[in-house]
């Protein structure tokens, strides 16, 4: 659950809502899903990197409402 919580956070950073699943739309343009792979392909290098030291201190991601 962590790492799904930092990549969520990270993704809504860039712009993206993030959930476990994808839903694609022919109202999305090609532009869009490339950006949208492209910056899921960046937090997940992160997190293959290890530039992220304690996976558990991720979990603090809290709800709006």
């Keep these: 659950a962590a ?4 990549i969520c956070k990270e993704m809504l950073k860039k712009g993206f809502l ?3 699943t994808v839903y694609l739309s ?3 343009s090609e ?3 490339n950006s949208f ?3 899921l392909d960046e937090i997940f290098f992160m997190l293959k990197k290890r530039k ?3 996976i558990n ?3 603090d991601f809290k ?3």
């Design 26 to 28: 022919i109202t999305h």
């Design 57 to 59: 201190s991720l979990n």
């Design 37 to 39: 792979i492209k910056n």
């Design 18 to 20: 993030f959930k476990n």
């Design 52 to 54: 992220i030291r304690d």
């Design 63 to 65: 709800r709006m409402n």
């Design 31 to 33: 532009k869009m899903i």
């Design 3 to 6: 790492c799904q919580n930092f």
